[in-house]
C-alpha cells in the first residue's frame, strides 16, 4: 500500500524558513514525478513545485526564489526548503507521486497533507 507521509509544517514568523519532507513508501520511487501542492482555506489546491525522475524542477511563480524542491532517491524522500515565507503561503502543504504510462493512465498518490502557518 502506497503511503506519503509529510513532516515538518508548524508556525513561523514572515521571513523564516521551513523545510518538509515527504517520506514515500511507494516501489520505483524514483520513476515518479514528486510535487508539492498547497490549500488555502477557502481555496483550491494549487502546484507549489514539482520534480521529475530527471531532476527537472518546477514552480509556481509565487514561490520562485523562494522555494526549492529536491528529492533523494536513496531514501524515498522529496523535501521542500521554504525561505522568505510570507503570511500568504499560509496552507495546509500535501506531497504527491504521479507516474504517467504512455497509454495515458497514471497513478497518482497523495499525502495526507501538514499544516503550515506563517504569521505577520
Known amino acids: 500500500q502506497v503511503q506519503l507521509v509529510e513532516s515538518g509544517g508548524g508556525l513561523v514568523h514572515s521571513g523564516g524558513c521551513l523545510r518538509l519532507?515527504?517520506?514515500?513508501?511507494?516501489?520505483?520511487?524514483?520513476?515518479?514525478?514528486m510535487g508539492w501542492y498547497r490549500q488555502a482555506h477557502g481555496n483550491q489546491r494549487e502546484l507549489v513545485a514539482t520534480?521529475?525522475?530527471?531532476?527537472?524542477?518546477n514552480y509556481a511563480d509565487s514561490v520562485k526564489g523562494r522555494f526549492f524542491i529536491s528529492r533523494d532517491n536513496a531514501n524515498n524522500s522529496v523535501f521542500l526548503q521554504m525561505n522568505s515565507l510570507k503570511s500568504e503561503d499560509t496552507a495546509v502543504y500535501y506531497c504527491?507521486?504521479?507516474?504517467?504510462?504512455?497509454?495515458?493512465?497514471?497513478?497518482?498518490?497523495w499525502g495526507q497533507g501538514t499544516q503550515v502557518t506563517v504569521s505577520s
Open positions: 504527491n507521486a504521479v507516474y504517467f504510462f504512455e497509454s495515458g493512465h497514471r497513478l497518482n498518490y
Open positions: 519532507s515527504c517520506a514515500a513508501s511507494i516501489i520505483d520511487f524514483s520513476i515518479y514525478t
Open positions: 520534480i521529475t525522475s530527471a531532476d527537472i524542477s
